[in-house]
């Protein structure tokens, strides 16, 4: 595990397709990898490096209200000033088997507290991996939205808080 560097980038596209193709996730698709990696209000990033290839990856972004789980987070008490929101979470097949999506979500929750912040996000609800590992940190759902695909299409998702308001 190791903080995401600008040359990381061409590799993290790369798997973020085959990750896309096998898994559909994201479920707005991969048009601009590049893009979605490096999404409006980063904080940080983080990659899992397995054999010298970045195979997996994680972030944290600023809280914004028009996301589904920040808003549910302030509806329920919390502050979205020590809000940041995990995002872009995911492993491609080479790395899978060795717990790091659970080492990934593991060093956002870290980075967080080491900050005094509280985390929130969205899982689909067809990603159960992704909503094991969270339950797994101690993560708590918060309620549930339908995602926005951004092709005319919805799908639904839960939403989660690193801990309880």
């Known amino acids: 595990m190791r903080d995401r560097r600008p040359g990381d980038l061409d590799a993290l596209a790369a798997a973020l397709v085959e990750v896309h193709r ?3 996730y994201p479920v707005e698709g991969v048009a601009d990898p590049h ?3 490096t999404p409006r209000g980063t904080l940080h990033a983080w990659v899992a490096v397995l054999e010298d290839a970045v195979v997996g990856h994680a972030l944290a972004m600023t809280a914004q209200p028009e996301i589904a789980a920040v808003d549910a987070w302030v509806q329920r008490g919390g502050d979205i000033a020590t809000t940041i929101v995990g995002a872009r979470l995911f492993v491609a097949p080479a790395g899978r088997g060795r717990r790091l999506g659970t080492t990934l979500a593991r060093t956002l929750t870290d980075w ?3 900050h005094d912040l ?3 996000g969205d899982v689909m ?3 159960t991996v992704a909503i094991g590992i ?3 940190l101690g993560w708590h759902r918060i309620g549930t939205a339908m995602h926005d695909t951004g092709r005319g299409a919805h799908v639904p998702a839960y ?5 309880e308001p």
Not at 159 to 163: D, E, F, K, T, V
Request: proline fraction near 0%.
């Open 22 to 24: 096998i898994d559909g």
């Open 35 to 37: 893009a979605w990696l």
């Open 112 to 114: 967080a507290v080491h």
């Open 118 to 120: 509280d985390i929130v």
């Open 125 to 127: 609800a067809k990603d």
């Open 134 to 136: 969270y339950e797994r």
């Open 159 to 163: 939403l989660y808080a690193s801990r």
